[in-house]
């Protein structure tokens, strides 16, 4: 019998952060190449354009699956979702800790983007049906912090793990301890508080329903309807590029070369963006809510984090104070993409809210997934052949011309939000 009374905030924040810990896990496997580049490279025998295509493997399953998450997340729940995506992310790890060669660390990595692929959008519908609705774009940025702790430990906590284990090793541990999370999951998370007797605190909450295929099919066509949906897709891949695609890979070895920084120090630097980045999150959500708009402080966040960036990619051997400054400051605003998320929530019928979630989702995750390799490829292009331990060297004419993508989609992202519709932090269906 389903009791009169909400669900108390200590088992909500239980059960969001069982899921919140996979997402943790799956930003760590997103970043983990970043530090061991040079492990990589000459594990497998491969340049910067099959470098990026191997952390790439990550995003180009990560992104395939955002649609196929938000509808399973609509029609199966939460739960049995996160807990097969942390079972199968632990089977993808596993085989890319024990890879032989290039082909089968593709393989793991492919595995683990589509397993964790799940666990974004699998949160924001344990917020939506665990949480009063004004939550919403705060967990939203609350789940992005907790992936960013797993991009920091990916960071100098990894590289020394690394120096001291070995990278197999250490990445052989991270697969068990995602089997250990794949069991909590399944021992503790439920769909919805009326499976623990109490009633839901959001009024649109829905548990899990079956759905025909033409219903499946309905759902997505009456979310690509609408203009928002396209632009909030487009949009979000700019400022997250930036922050994945440099400081998630091309960072490290950027500022080993032209820093002459040690590959520790290089990734504690670009973990600072990340840690930003966490905390831009839920600061620009909670904004967002309290002034009852989403497109000016998405704006506000798009200028300034521009603005940061460019000098980051584009003006050689900063001074280390300026740098560190800007990597902060560069970050944080960059923690303006979350409002998407509500955003796109608010633009749908609330039933479509995994849906819709996946696919804009899917389009944050764009940026990496093209950005990464892309850059690959013009440091390839622009390689003078000089090389260091059997690894290419890229000179600093090579990383701005691969860099000028980033910012090139930024200024993109910039304009289109102009052509959204205003919410006003209210459900429009």
């Known amino acids: 019998m389903i009791e009169s009374k909400t669900p108390p905030m200590h088992l909500a924040w239980m059960v969001w952060g069982l899921g919140a810990v996979f997402y943790l896990i799956g930003f760590f496997q997103r970043v983990a190449p970043a530090v061991i580049t040079t492990e990589l490279m000459n594990e497998f025998e491969i340049n910067a ?28 729940g939460p739960r049995r979702l996160l807990a097969a995506g ?11 800790a024990m890879a032989p060669n290039f082909a089968i ?10 397993s964790v692929a799940v666990a974004f959008v699998g949160m924001l519908k344990l917020a939506n049906n665990w949480f009063p609705p004004h939550y919403f774009a705060m967990l939203s940025g609350a789940a992005l912090f907790c992936g960013i702790i797993g991009a ?15 990278w197999r090793q250490v990445i052989f541990a991270s697969a068990l301890v995602t089997f250990l999370i794949a069991t909590a999951i399944w021992i503790i998370v439920r769909d919805d508080p ?22 499946i099919i309905s759902g997505i066509i009456h979310v690509f309807r609408h203009r928002n949906t396209w632009l909030l897709f487009m949009i979000p891949g700019g400022l997250c590029g930036c922050v994945l695609a440099f400081s998630g890979l091309w960072g490290v070895p950027y500022f080993t070369t032209h820093y002459g920084l040690s590959a520790s120090t290089a990734a504690a630097l670009t973990s600072l963006s990340l840690v930003a980045w966490a905390a831009g999150g839920p600061i620009f959500g909670a904004l967002s809510d309290r002034i009852g708009r989403r497109k ?23 001074p280390f104070g300026l740098l560190i400054v800007l990597l902060l400051v560069g970050g944080f605003f960059s923690g303006c993409i979350i409002i998407s998320f509500a955003f796109a929530k608010e633009s749908v019928h609330p039933h479509l809210a995994g849906t819709i979630s996946g696919i804009t989702n899917m389009g944050v995750i764009l940026g990496a997934t093209l950005l990464q390799p892309a850059i690959g490829w013009v440091l390839d292009r622009f390689w003078t052949g ?12 090579a990383y701005q011309a691969g860099f000028s993508l980033l910012i090139g989609w930024s200024m ?9 519709r205003e919410t006003h932090c209210r459900q429009l269906e």
């Open 86 to 96: 942390a079972l199968l992310a632990a089977v993808g790890t596993l085989t890319f």
């Open 386 to 397: 000089d090389t260091m331990d059997g690894v290419r060297i890229y000179g600093i004419a």
């Open 296 to 318: 000016l402080p998405y704006l506000i966040g798009h200028v300034v984090a521009i603005l940061s960036w460019f000098p980051i990619l584009f003006i050689s051997r900063l």
């Open 152 to 166: 920091v430990s990916a960071g100098t906590p990894l590289r020394l793990l690394v120096d001291a284990f070995g």
């Open 412 to 420: 993109l992202a910039f304009i289109l939000i102009f052509f959204t």
């Open 49 to 76: 354009a099959a470098l990026g295509n191997l952390s790439a493997f990550y995003f180009y399953s990560y992104m395939a699956m955002q649609i196929p998450t938000g509808i399973l997340s609509d029609t199966l």
């Open 105 to 114: 660390a593709g393989i793991g990595r492919l595995l683990i983007g589509a």
């Open 194 to 215: 009326g499976e623990k007797g109490y009633a839901s605190p959001n009024r649109h909450s829905n548990s899990a329903k079956r759905w025909d295929r033409k219903e």
